[in-house]
């Protein structure tokens, strides 16, 4: 699992987004950020709740210039008859990527063995296409959709100023601290 700081994939993915099919492809992530939001599967009960999280906080992703695709090894149509029947999933406007090939779950290195299935994973990817974070957790624990905004607040904050890293709970407009041989043993 030694993915931090390495180019994505290629790819090629149906998705379903806006009452669309789409095609979706590596191509079309790079130049951008982009969260990659791997889940288990549609029609299930901590994934819905994750997923109309991100949804809430579409906007303000979308303000940082972020896409989001979430991913499942499902279909586009399953995504599709699921947004159009789960009030959750029927607020969701990013793209909903169909991996039933397992592709895109394999190129993240989050499919489980013998399964079928993603794991619960999250991944930031700049706009040259290296993966700057990622986070994995257990099938029972869900994600917290803000807090991912924060991280990604950071990692743009910390490509927009070399020199400079965000502490624990840094948030917008909070202090930074720049590494150097004087603040070792400082902090």
Not at 4 to 20: R, V
Not at 83 to 95: E, L, M, R, V
Not at 102 to 124: H, Q, S, Y
Request: charged residues 25%.
């Amino acid at each position: 699992m030694a993915l931090i700081n390495t180019e994505i994939k290629p790819f090629k993915a149906t998705a379903f987004k806006n009452g669309e099919f789409i095609e979706v492809s590596d191509s079309d992530v790079k130049g951008k950020w982009a969260i990659f939001f791997f889940y288990p599967a549609d029609f299930t009960f901590v994934c819905p709740t994750e997923l109309e999280d991100l949804a809430n906080l579409y906007g303000d992703f979308q303000k940082l210039g972020v896409e989001i695709y979430s991913v499942s090894t499902d279909t586009h149509f399953s995504h599709k008859a699921w947004h159009d029947s789960s009030p959750a999933i029927g607020k969701i406007q990013y793209a909903m990527l169909g991996d039933q090939s397992g592709t895109i779950t394999n190129n993240f290195e989050v499919m489980r063995p013998g399964v079928g299935l993603a794991d619960r994973a999250t991944f930031l990817v700049d706009p040259d296409g290296i993966i700057q974070f990622m986070e994995i957790t257990s099938e029972g624990v869900g994600r917290n959709a803000s807090e991912l905004l924060r991280k990604t607040k950071a990692a743009q904050y910390v490509r927009a100023n070399p020199g400079e890293v965000c502490p624990a709970k840094w948030e917008e407009g909070e202090t930074t601290l720049a590494p150097s041989l004087d603040l070792v043993g400082k902090i």
